[in-house]
């Protein structure tokens, strides 16, 4: 059960984002769309990062980002987190909370790219931008098999895209991933779509089906760089799925972790009861927050021990 703090937090979060339609449908000229990222950050920031960690910028190849480091650092492994956002907003200013986490809990660096965002860069820039930060990655001679991604929503879906984008270019490939709540498939067509509309405190299949053509463009919802559930996912190291039972995407999330499965991928799937959309980031005010980053956590530790063997 979500305690009233995390209640009104996911109240708040779901009401920072009230701006962003009628800017993107042309109703409201007059509103920059820096306003309403920047309000979407500031939200986001509120929470914090645990202490013992710090936040550099960095260029990624050409793609902007943050560098969370450990004071203590425990590991020559690394993480690319891929933030979320539908591809529209967000940016690793926000997200300071949760790649601190990552980076204290495995004692490890945290590499957060900052792609490029729709409308102003459909699809698919922001999903190149990222497979371009994981390829500097291996360019700087970090070791893939000691690589783990991990991400929220979009970002969670761009784990499972951005392995198959490394495999198809012919570049290593990391030691594992972690989706969490991964928008998977932007056709929408799993019964949780419709099953749990009003459950879900973040989401709206209206909504989701609006965000999905802005990043989309012309763009079809089933194409494999988009919507992972429809991409030739063979020979991808193993992946864990997060996903919160309230979630509107839960179906979708489910059908991506069957896909990995059916196409001989090791592949964990975590339902968690009663959570919602990336209640992760939530590590201050929930309980089951910390407890799906530590399970997460443990999949990575173990994912880097197989990937050596």
């Known amino acids: 059960m979500l ?3 995390t209640k009104q937090a996911v109240k708040e ?6 701006g962003l339609g009628p800017i993107l449908t042309g109703e409201d000229t007059v509103t920059p769309m820096r306003e309403v990222r920047d309000a979407y950050t500031r939200m986001l ?3 914090p990062a645990p202490s013992g960690v710090s936040f550099t910028e960095v260029d990624m190849g050409g793609v902007p980002g943050t560098l969370v480091t450990p004071d203590k650092l425990e590991t020559d492994a690394i993480i690319m987190y891929i933030h979320g956002g539908a591809y529209i907003v967000g940016e690793p200013a926000g997200y300071h909370g949760i790649g601190g986490n990552y980076a204290s809990m495995l004692g490890a660096r945290v590499y957060m790219p900052d792609y490029r965002l729709a409308p102003e860069y459909p699809f698919p820039t922001p999903v190149t931008d990222t497979v371009r930060a994981y390829e500097w990655l291996i360019e700087q001679g970090f070791d893939a098999s000691k690589i783990l991604l991990a991400g929220e929503s979009a970002g969670g879906a761009m784990v499972v895209t951005v392995m198959v984008a490394a495999r198809n270019k012919g570049l290593p490939l990391p030691a594992g991933g972690v989706s969490i709540s ?9 019964v949780s779509m419709t099953n749990r509309e009003g459950l879900d405190p973040l989401n709206t299949k209206a909504g989701l089906d609006f965000l999905a053509r802005t990043f989309l463009g012309d ?3 089933n194409h494999p760089m988009a919507s992972p559930v429809f991409a030739d ?4 190291p193993p992946v864990l799925v997060q996903i919160g039972e309230n979630e ?13 499965g059916d196409n001989r991928v090791r592949v964990n799937l975590e339902v968690w009861p009663g959570m919602f959309h990336a209640w992760h980031f939530f590590s201050t005010l929930q309980p089951e927050a910390v407890q799906a980053l530590e399970s997460s956590v443990a999949f990575m530790k173990q994912a880097l021990r197989d990937a050596v063997k």
């Open 3 to 5: 305690n009233q703090q």
């Open 233 to 236: 996912v063979t020979g991808l």
């Open 13 to 18: 979060w779901s009401e920072s984002l009230a």
């Open 182 to 190: 991964p928008w998977a498939n932007l056709e929408h067509t799993g």
């Open 248 to 260: 509107l995407m839960l179906s979708d999330a489910m059908r991506l972790a069957t896909h990995l």
């Open 45 to 47: 920031a509120k929470n």
């Open 219 to 221: 763009a079809l919802p």
